[in-house]
């Protein structure tokens, strides 16, 4: 049906309160956090846009398939259950259940990384890049150079630069352990990967003998995308279209927070016996058992019947449609945003939005702040906090200045969605107002979580 309204493609079940507050208990509490939004009470947030991670409504398929589990602690029905669904989504031989994406990342990274090594990404996300730097690697950023411009159209921002690629392979070949791409590309605004550009980057693999690994935190998203996107790819399913993705790749991480429809959980797959095998021997000292990798039964349970709705049509059509909904408002209002809109966020261009405040007083916390004060609605810096932070100590500017409003799956209606707008538009009116920040307290890995600042005058 060809109709412009956007309707969730299901029924509400169960609803659960939200608080309202004043400006002035708004002020207070964020005073008190320190003017870090991860650092309130979620019970004083109206709209919790901080991520999408772990933050989604499960079905009712899912909730049922909860009181099916089996919380064996060795050999569990429940994980062989997970085994399969994500042995046939991946075509991975070895399957290794994780509490979330970062223990992944962790356990990937410190099996395979030495001192000194490169791994380069379209772009890492921050977990990711700390992961990495905790061994004292780098994590190499080669995405395309329209990922790297806001306002830049390109229906796939989110590619590899192949030519940057080859040259890193080429001239740096002998420190690289292996290559990544996240898909959909968080930091870069939650834009897609190409099959065009995945087949690309699996070639150059071939050619310099790299394994091919895929950040799959929202591997059903970017299939959607290419089949929206990418010529000749409308007719095919979103879940062949994903088999294709993940069988160009060697492994995967996974956040089953994101499109695996859960609450908690992850997964690390691939097909080397060897780093399989130093993987689950860590597994083992870190998350637990091999067949449950820190998860309950149920949690298993889960992120297995999530993972086959989230390559549901009329899910991801729903998913896709009400994300691009928010970014035509804030659009036509005038508001700078991360052109095309994404899958699972609209990215503010705080740097666009308050060009007054310089990248190193912080311009989206400014943004984040004021969105919270203004309307009880907190989103997420990704910016010069997140990513500034230098592995010496120093600081520089990030690459862009951006507010993330990540949308929750299935939890807010197009109402909610229209007051998020309104109070975007009418943050952006008052943004001469805006000023910026400094950081009180030590710098330290991923300090984005935890730091704490003060307001700047004048």
């Excluded at 979103?238 to 956040?255: N, R, W, Y």
């Excluded at 709705?309 to 035509?328: D, F, H, K």
């Excluded at 007083?361 to 910016?383: K, S």
Aim: charged share 25%; hydrophobic share 40%.
């Amino acid at each position: 049906m060809n109709f412009r309204t956007i309707i969730e493609p299901f029924r509400i079940k169960s609803v659960e309160a939200v608080k309202y507050t004043t400006r002035e208990e708004r002020e207070g509490r964020l005073a008190e956090a320190g003017y870090n939004v991860f650092l309130l009470h979620a019970e004083d947030v109206l709209i919790d846009l901080l991520t999408d991670s772990g933050t989604g409504a499960m079905s009712a398929a899912q909730w049922g398939a909860l009181m099916q589990a089996d919380e064996s602690y060795a050999g569990s029905r429940s994980y062989y259950r997970f085994r399969d669904v994500v042995r046939d989504l991946t075509g991975f031989r070895h399957i290794i259940p994780t509490h979330q994406g970062r223990a992944a990342e962790r356990i990937l990274f410190h099996t395979i990384l030495k001192p000194g090594m490169v791994v380069p990404n379209n772009n890492h996300f921050d977990t990711t890049r700390a992961n990495i730097e905790v061994e004292e690697c780098e994590a190499r950023d080669l995405v395309i150079a329209e990922g790297r411009v806001p306002s830049a159209v390109h229906p796939f921002k989110g590619n590899v630069d192949l030519d940057a690629l080859e040259r890193t392979l080429r001239d740096d070949g002998d420190r690289i352990p292996l290559v990544m791409v996240t898909v959909t590309n968080n930091s870069g605004g939650g834009q897609p990967v190409s099959l065009e550009n995945l087949r690309g980057v699996r070639a150059l693999c071939d050619q310099y003998r790299k394994p091919l690994f895929l950040d799959a935190c929202r591997f059903a998203e970017n299939a959607w995308f290419i089949k929206q996107r990418e010529p000749g790819q409308a007719s095919r399913t979103p879940k062949a279209i994903a088999q294709e993705m993940f069988s160009l790749a060697d492994g995967c991480t996974m956040s089953a927070k994101k499109d695996g429809m859960a609450n908690i959980g992850g997964f690390l797959a691939m097909n080397d016996d060897a780093w399989a095998e130093e993987a689950g021997t860590l597994l083992i000292l870190t998350e637990g058992f091999p067949t449950y990798g820190g998860l309950a039964g149920y949690d298993l349970e889960a992120i297995a019947r999530g993972l086959e709705e989230v390559v549901e049509e009329p899910y991801l059509r729903y998913r896709i449609r009400s994300t691009e909904y928010l970014g035509e408002k804030l659009q036509a209002g005038g508001v700078p945003i991360i052109q095309p809109p994404g899958g699972h966020a609209i990215y503010i261009d705080a740097r666009a939005l308050v060009p007054h405040v310089p990248p190193l007083e912080y311009p989206g916390i400014a943004l984040a702040n004021a969105l919270y004060l203004e309307a009880g609605i907190r989103g997420v810096e990704i910016g010069s906090v997140m990513f500034g932070l230098q592995r010496d100590g120093s600081e520089k500017a990030s690459a862009m200045e951006l507010v993330r409003l990540a949308i929750p799956r299935r939890v807010y209606t197009q109402s909610h969605i229209d007051y998020v707008a309104e109070a975007v538009l009418e943050v952006a009116r008052q943004r001469e107002a805006l000023r910026g920040y400094r950081i009180v307290t030590p710098p330290r890995p991923l300090r984005h979580f935890t730091a704490r600042f003060e307001r700047l005058e004048g």
